[in-house]
């Protein structure tokens, strides 16, 4: 899987280079292109250019919508209906493309400042000298990682998920 990033950035040169979904193709890789956006116009871009001058848009296209960052008090649905009449998103919709909403935790600045995982943070574990979340914020993690995340990636289309082709590491000590 290939999130492109927004703005300029190393991937955003090597597409310019090189037909990089044909070139991994012929290595055996199937790419699956990710696309995260917010609700902002600005956020189809790099969709938009990599699209229109085939740059970079595999079959199995996914294009993000973050709820994450609809700060606007709109409802995720109601904040992304520009996002979904754009001109770059239908043209990737009708070459295939997904559009996937990712939920939104309301508590996932006090997640990220504090540097845990979404696990330690649903236990109400704490990093030393820190306060764990709230108890109300622990059950929001809690519904958000083990109901909402296994949803949003319910989502795709199994072939497009990585898959591990290594044996199982159940019951290895190390």
Excluded: H
């Excluded at 991937?11 to 193709?25: K, M, N, W």
């Excluded at 990682?145 to 072939?159: S, V």
């Amino acid at each position: 899987m290939l999130d492109a990033g927004g703005g300029l950035t190393g991937f955003s040169a090597l597409v310019d280079e090189i037909p990089l979904v044909g070139a991994l193709g012929e290595q055996g890789i199937e790419v699956v292109g990710l696309f995260c956006v917010g609700p902002e116009q600005a956020d189809l871009d790099y969709l938009e250019r990599f699209a229109d001058q085939g740059l970079f848009l595999p079959k199995a296209t996914v294009i993000v919508l973050n709820a994450g960052l609809v700060l606007s008090g709109k409802s995720a649905v109601a904040a992304f209906t520009a996002i979904r009449q754009n001109r770059a998103f239908k043209a990737a919709t009708d070459a295939g493309a997904r559009a996937v909403m990712l939920p939104n935790l309301s508590c996932m600045s006090q997640i990220t400042d504090r540097g845990l995982t979404f696990a330690q943070a649903a236990a109400g574990q704490a990093k030393e000298g820190q306060e764990p979340l709230s108890l109300f914020d622990q059950a929001r993690v809690n519904r958000w990682w083990t109901r909402d995340i296994p949803g949003f990636f319910g989502q795709f289309p199994p072939e497009w998920l990585p898959t591990s082709t290594l044996p199982a590491q159940a019951g290895v000590s190390s």
